[in-house]
């Protein structure tokens, strides 16, 4: 049997959401319908004499302390099941390959008592950027020494900190109490030897959290705005009676990806690294996410469709098109590395100039 074969399912509850949200991610209707990331809303101007070679254009970027070939991480998807060690160990060492980075999924799980082997990929990706993750609400009940054991156990070389209130909200059981998350974070940025990036999960950051973040101490952020997938949606396809009502309603809930960008980009102190996902699904995407100010770009679902319809060669092929584009866009704008590339100049539409405006005026408050 291959890493990538469905194993039975445990029965715990955990393990159960974790299996569903595979299965919901990997072939539901769990996307924005309506909202987009606006990264349409973003032009990047031609250049016809870039006096550029297409094979000396540099696209790595040095990213929490790891070279990373491409500006692109893997971002966080599961854990928790045998399902998911299949497909944390397949994409890790395509990360590992490919000189990307990789994002591991919630590791509740290993909490709740799951086996942390679902997480463990460092046999397969020895020299990978690996970010650990860990929800605000449970690291708010943990000291800082569990918190750095779970780091540890998956040798994470930084921490995911996501934040969720959207999902949690319409997760059938899910968390209701949300006091306590920043001063966490103000903890662990100070106590943990390793990097903490604060993470949304579908819904993005506004000008009130950038702001926050920024005051606790925090340093690197990763958007996950809303214009991809939608975990509201997820949640709601599991949920029933009046959380399954409140999920519709919330269905579209959140900051675009492309203008959280713009937000956190303006962020005071600067945040070190922005990392943008939700909703990147080709080189294109990640060349704009680049140029409106993020140092590098996640994909997570479509990734894992490209590996569910086609195994490791759909996985290959579909990120060989965002990379191929990604040095197109490069040439066609004349960069010649990443940080030429998010100097170049861009154009906004109306809608991502009034978010622009708020995130300037926000800095000025």
Not at 277 to 298: N, Y
Not at 327 to 339: F, H, I, K, P
């Amino acid at each position: 049997m291959t890493e990538l074969q469905t194993l039975p399912h445990q029965s715990s509850p955990i393990s159960s959401r974790k299996a569903d949200h595979i299965d919901l991610c990997a072939t539901g209707d769990v996307g924005f319908r309506a909202k987009t990331t606006l990264f349409e809303g973003v032009e990047l101007v031609h250049d016809a004499l870039p006096e550029l070679v297409v094979d000396d254009i540099d696209m790595s970027i040095e990213l929490l302390g790891k070279k990373l070939r491409v500006p692109l991480v893997i971002a966080a998807m599961t854990g928790g099941t045998e399902r998911a060690r299949g497909i944390n160990r397949e994409l890790a060492r395509i990360a590992e390959e490919r000189g990307y980075g990789f994002g591991l999924g919630s590791q509740r799980a290993i909490l709740k008592g799951e086996p942390r082997e679902t997480y463990m990929v460092r046999d397969v990706a020895p020299t990978t950027l690996v970010l650990g993750n860990i929800g605000g609400v449970q690291a708010k009940s943990l000291e800082t020494a569990k918190v750095l054991e779970l780091v540890e156990a998956v040798g994470a070389d930084a921490l995911c900190v996501h934040l969720n209130p959207a999902q949690e909200t319409v997760q059938p059981g899910g968390d209701r109490d949300f006091v306590g998350v920043v001063g966490a974070l103000e903890r662990l940025v100070a106590e943990l030897p390793v990097p903490v990036v604060a993470k949304e999960t579908g819904c993005g950051i506004g000008p009130r959290t950038a702001k926050k973040l920024a005051k606790a101490g925090v340093r690197h952020v990763d958007v996950s705005g809303a214009g991809g997938t939608s975990w509201v949606a997820v949640e709601t396809a599991r949920a029933a009676g009046q959380e399954r009502s409140l999920g519709v309603t919330l269905r579209e809930w959140g900051v675009p990806t492309a203008a959280s960008v713009l937000i956190t980009r303006e962020a005071r102190p600067r945040f070190k690294s922005i990392i943008a996902t939700g909703g990147v699904a080709s080189g294109i995407d990640v060349a704009k996410a680049l140029a409106l100010g993020a140092h590098a770009a996640g994909i997570a679902r479509p990734v894992l469709q490209a590996l569910h319809s086609g195994g490791r060669d759909g996985a290959l092929a579909f990120l060989d098109q965002v990379e191929s584009e990604l040095r197109a866009v490069m040439l066609l704008v004349g960069a010649r590395d990443v940080r030429a590339l998010r100097r170049v100049p861009t154009l906004l539409s109306p809608d991502l100039e009034r978010w622009a405006a708020l995130a300037s005026s926000a800095r000025k408050k």
